[in-house]
């Protein structure tokens, strides 16, 4: 079973940055994409960035210029830099890891693996 650990989150000043972090773990043959969600007290949760083993990379628009999504393909990783953060991305962030695992030598099936999340408060 893969596993996701994230780190980074924590309260912050409005303009203020954090960089969140998440790491997966397991049998893992490859992780196809790799993605940050948030949700908000009363709110459904929501995609915030995405990328993929190629690096292609998408955003949520409240986000776009503000927050950049990158990957460790090696050490299994992907990272969220947050700046010029804002009362209203307040919310817990979640790590999302999509890929196939290995089951035995000659067999993989997919995961579809989620994080336990993080808080992030941002301050007015």
């Known amino acids: 079973q893969v596993q996701l650990v994230e780190s980074g989150g924590g309260l912050v000043q409005a303009g203020g940055s954090l960089r969140l972090s998440c790491t997966a773990s397991g049998n893992i043959f490859d992780i196809h994409a790799m993605n940050w969600y948030r949700q908000a007290p009363g709110k459904q949760r929501e995609l915030v960035a995405g990328?993929?083993?190629?690096?292609?990379?998408n955003y949520t628009d409240s986000v776009k210029g503000r927050f950049t999504i990158s990957r460790d393909n090696a050490k299994n990783t992907v990272y969220l830099q947050m700046n010029s953060l804002k009362p209203e991305d307040t919310a817990v962030y979640y790590c999302?890891?999509?890929?196939?695992?290995?089951?035995?030598?000659?067999?993989?099936?997919?995961?579809?693996?989620w994080g336990q999340g993080t808080q992030v408060t941002v301050s007015s």
């Open positions: 999302n890891a999509a890929g196939l695992e290995r089951l035995n030598s000659w067999q993989s099936r997919l995961f579809n693996s």
């Open positions: 990328i993929t083993i190629g690096g292609s990379t």
